[in-house]
């Protein structure tokens, strides 16, 4: 099939950003290398990173005339909490690296856009830090340590802090290889040409070494302070991972979880039907159709096209929420009227905080809410709860 071309390929910088696509551009230019391949990037051959974009933009929407458009509502609920329209912002480790305490200023964007911000274990601000700076709770992501009290002692924070709903991260029991981040030192292994060419990288970025490096200390895992003594961001980052997450969850660890957290669970990383099935007769109370973004197993399906047999499969018992390759509020309304009852987007906040901080977050929700107007009124569909597969051709 005929790939429509890239929208935003050839916009100069220099124009004002209007769409997800040029605050990828803006990134690009702010942050070091190896920040940005970090988070632009996926693992192996990075098939799946494409298919996520590429499959989502192979569907086609149906064009519907003369509906009356004139009244729109793209407000829902997860799991019993109010979103002003059906995104969200996904987990992203390290977010704290690529703008002042960015995870702060994330969640600022999300509670003034009425969404809500999902905070992960691997975030340089804490909860506690976090917490201070919004009135509405968020989310939080949890990787399951081997040392299971560090998990503990995160739950009961996490509760303190007044947050409603944990998401545990399942599709990461060991680490994607992600060559860029070999490439650059992330995945350790470096030569001292390597390093400095990593600190050549950072000088030639003085506004992002002036913001974070300088302005964002202390830049360490704040979620993990009591957990690891000094908390510091490793070198290695592959390895660190792979030495302290714990690969033998099983279902059976849901107990475990229960027994510790009585608020909502929303299982991420689910793209077989047949977890969906397991997820839904463990009592979770939603799944997140996930790939990590392209990051974990390469030559999967891509979510979009995992998301229908999944729907399908869990026949409305729990909520099927869906992320990977939304870029656009386009891309929210396929995902919708293929079953996903909202979206998490994770790249897209990565680029916008580092690209202009929170004014930047705060713009790209303004172009996915404008995005998904626009298109309900050209598809002829008023309310987002109403989509469902009649809206595509072929679906
Ligand atoms: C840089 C980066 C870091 C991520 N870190 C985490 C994480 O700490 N925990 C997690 O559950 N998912 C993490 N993810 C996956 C996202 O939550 C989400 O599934 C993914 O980004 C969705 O795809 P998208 O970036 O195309 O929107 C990360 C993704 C990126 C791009």
């Known amino acids: 099939m005929n790939r429509m071309p890239t929208p935003h390929k050839d916009h100069s910088l220099n124009l004002a950003p209007a769409s997800v696509g040029d605050y990828r551009e803006l990134a690009r230019k702010r942050l070091p290398r190896q920040l940005f391949d970090y988070v632009d990037g996926g693992s192996f051959g990075e098939y799946t990173l494409s298919a996520n974009r590429d499959d989502l933009r192979d569907i086609r929407l149906r064009q519907r005339v003369l509906r009356d458009v004139s009244e729109m509502s793209l407000s829902t609920t997860v799991m019993g909490q109010e979103l002003s329209m059906p995104v969200l912002l996904a987990p992203v480790g390290f977010g704290g690296m690529l703008a002042r305490r960015a995870e702060v200023q994330v969640a600022r964007a999300a509670e003034r856009a009425g969404i809500v911000f999902c905070e992960s274990t691997l975030s340089i601000c804490a909860i506690e830090e976090v917490a201070q700076a ?13 040392d299971r009290s560090y998990a503990e002692d995160l739950i009961s924070r996490v509760k303190a802090v007044g947050c409603t709903t944990l998401i545990l991260t399942v599709d990461l029991p060991v680490i994607g290889r992600r060559y860029r981040d070999g490439r650059n030192g992330l995945g350790g292994g470096i030569s001292a040409i390597g390093i400095m060419k990593q600190k050549l990288d950072f000088a030639r970025h003085p506004s992002w070494a002036r913001d974070v490096a300088l302005g964002g ?22 390895r660190w991972v792979d030495g302290q997450f714990d690969p033998s969850v099983t279902w059976d660890d849901l107990e475990w979880l229960r027994s510790h957290w009585d608020g909502k669970i929303a299982l991420k990383g689910i793209l077989d039907a047949d977890d969906a099935r397991e997820a839904a007769a463990r009592g979770v109370d939603a799944i997140i159709v996930s790939n990590h973004g392209g990051r974990q197993l390469d030559d999967v399906p891509s979510t979009i096209r995992a998301l229908p047999a999944i729907v399908d499969a869990i026949d409305g018992r729990i909520e099927v929420l869906m ?27 990565a680029y916008a905080v580092a690209a202009r901080g929170e004014k930047g977050v705060d713009h790209v929700l303004r172009i996915i809410r404008e995005e998904i107007r626009v298109t309900l009124g050209l598809t002829g ?12 051709v072929d679906p």
Do not use: H
């Open 381 to 392: 569909i008023t309310n987002v709860r109403d989509l469902n597969r009649s809206a595509l």
């Open 134 to 146: 919004v009135q509405r709770p968020f989310w939080f992501q949890l990787y399951v340590m081997k």
């Open 217 to 238: 200390r202390p830049l360490t895992f704040g979620n993990l302070e009591r957990a690891l003594p000094d908390a510091k961001v490793p070198q290695d980052f592959q």
């Open 323 to 349: 992320d990977g390759g939304i870029r656009s509020g386009l891309d929210v309304v396929k995902a919708l009227s293929l079953g996903a009852r909202a979206c998490l987007v994770g790249r897209p906040w």
